[in-house]
T-cell receptor, first 116, second 113 residues
Framework: NAGVMQNPRHLVRRRGQEARLRCSPM?????VYWYRQLPEEGLKFMVY????????ESGMPKERFSAEFPKEGPSILRIQQVVRGDSAAYFC??????????????FGAGSRLTVL | DQQVKQNSPSLSVQEGRISILNCDYT??????FLWYKKYPAEGPTFLIS?????DKNEDGRFTVFLNKSAKHLSLHIVPSQPGDSAVYFC????????????FGQGTTLQVKP
């Protein structure tokens, strides 16, 4: 019973490079969420996706960040031209349906991005 | 604009005693609250939740209290165990937002043997 799988667990990039973070939701889950945790802060919502649809991207920075959840394969969070301020832990979560009430998100272990 | 606040960055208690973690919120539209627990190098795991129509929810050693008039909730752990040592996040979800949990900054709990 695999949980939410994220890879890579650790990623080091130089300024200006691209970072790609992958997330495979739990089996049977069709809703994926990405959160970011900056040092000494709580998790901040970035984007909510269903298969082939972006439902809510209100937490995504306007530039350089994009996310997708294709019909086949994992969800991908892509950061272009990374800057030092992008260094953070990026957490993916999944749920079997819209989250409200008793249902809760299941989080992956996170991908830690370090930008040199 | 921090809508969910955990004003105590850390808390240390003796094993067997009660741990009380506090959380304040500013948005009266929040109607569901959750507590997550996080160990280093792991993702947050769900602990306990409470709907705004209730003022208390209990699950084993964990109890969450909600005071809507004060916009305050607290998590009580009794008795505390060394394995409870972790970062605890309070989170809220609004009725019009799906999946958008708003987290506090977290409180690091240390339970000493």
């Amino acid at each position: 019973n695999a949980g939410v799988m994220q890879n890579p667990r650790h990623l080091v990039r130089r300024r200006g490079q691209e970072a790609r973070l992958r997330c495979s939701p739990m089996k049977g889950h069709s809703h994926v969420y990405w959160y970011r945790q900056l040092p000494e802060e709580g998790l901040k919502f970035m984007v909510y996706l269903q298969k082939e649809n972006i439902i809510d991207e209100s937490g995504m920075p306007k530039e350089r960040f994009s996310a997708e959840f294709p019909k086949e394969g994992p969800s991908i969070l892509r950061i272009q031209q990374v800057v030092r301020g992008d260094s953070a832990a990026y957490f993916c979560a999944s749920s079997p349906w819209d989250v409200y009430g008793a249902n809760v998100l299941t989080f992956g272990a996170g991908s830690r991005l370090t930008v040199l | 604009d921090q809508q969910v606040k955990q004003n105590s960055p850390s808390l240390s208690v003796q094993e067997g005693r009660i741990s009380i973690l506090n959380c304040d919120y500013t948005n009266s539209m929040f109607d569901y609250f959750l507590w997550y627990k996080k160990y280093p190098a792991e993702g947050p795991t769900f602990l306990i939740s409470i709907s705004s129509i209730k003022d208390k929810n209990e699950d084993g050693r964990f109890t969450v209290f909600l005071n809507k008039s004060a916009k305050h909730l607290s998590l009580h752990i009794v008795p505390s165990q060394p394995g409870d040592s972790a970062v605890y996040f309070c989170a809220a979800i609004g009725s019009s937002n799906t999946g958008k949990l708003i987290f506090g900054q977290g409180t690091t709990l240390q339970v000493k043997p």
